[in-house]
């Protein structure tokens, strides 16, 4: 399996910031992906990291609030723009090849507290 | 629409008995399905999966998982209980996509195990 790391890999920030999430992975992968966990929740997908192209986002996130690049086969960024004390959340990002039968392997998550 | 539900919040086990964490779903077409665990602090981890074939799944850390189509059940289980499988457990089905493969999660289940 790909080995996934992200920075930061927590943060406090203050309202109305915005802050930029990093994911590296040692090789190559065909699809990237961002996850939310909001605390004592599950995982919601928060958009498909598309290289060289705008991000694919999920029904509730939008770009302005969201961005993302993927300039290459092994990296992306997430930004959370003008946050909130709801963004308050870990931040994960996965990768896996092309089919839904594929493995995805996740980063170690990023935890970001917002005051 | 693809879900997943995880009908327990909490199971605890005594050390070295079996374990059983419980998962349904719901897909059109056939399942891709995955269990993850994650520990305090850290990202997720996949244990196993079920694409086709043996419904009896064998996985990581002994682990195994039983895919039962006429109940549309994933069940995680484990022999005997360890106080290190004490973490949160994640099923997931793979919900196909034009763009490959992206994780419908369940709630989660915590797991305790009691020396």
């Known amino acids: 399996s790909a080995v996934i790391s992200q920075k930061p890999s927590r943060d406090i920030c203050q309202r109305g910031t915005s802050l930029t999430i990093q994911c590296q992975v040692d090789?190559?992968?065909?699809?990237m992906f961002w996850y939310r966990q909001q605390p004592g929740q599950s995982l919601t997908l928060i958009a498909t990291?598309?290289?060289?192209?705008?991000?694919?986002?999920e029904s509730g996130f939008v770009i302005d609030k969201f961005p993302i690049s993927r300039p290459n086969l092994t990296f992306s960024t997430l930004t959370v723009s003008n946050m909130s004390p709801e963004d308050s959340s870990i931040y994960l990002c996965?990768?896996?090849?092309?089919?839904?039968?594929?493995?995805?392997?996740f980063g170690p998550g990023t935890r970001l507290t917002v005051l | 629409a693809q879900s997943v539900a995880q009908p327990e919040d909490q199971v605890n086990v005594a050390e070295g008995n079996p374990l059983t964490v419980k998962c349904t779903y719901s897909?059109?077409?056939?399942?891709?399905l995955f269990w993850y665990v994650q520990y305090p602090n850290r990202g997720l981890q996949f244990l196993l999966k079920?694409?086709?074939?043996?419904?009896l799944v064998k996985g990581s850390y002994g682990f195994e998982a039983e895919f039962n189509k006429s109940q549309t059940s994933f069940h995680l289980k484990k022999p005997s209980a360890l106080v290190s499988d004490s973490a949160l457990y994640f099923c997931?089905?793979?919900?196909?996509?034009?763009?490959?493969?992206?994780?419908?999660f369940g709630q989660g289940t915590e797991l305790s195990v009691k020396p």
């Open positions: 990291a598309n290289q060289g192209s705008e991000a694919t986002y």
């Open positions: 090789s190559q992968v065909t699809m």
């Open positions: 997931a089905v793979s919900a196909l996509s034009d763009q490959g493969g992206k994780l419908i």
């Open positions: 996965s990768v896996a090849g092309w089919t839904g039968s594929d493995t995805q392997y």
């Open positions: 897909v059109s077409g056939n399942p891709y």
């Open positions: 079920y694409i086709t074939g043996d419904n």
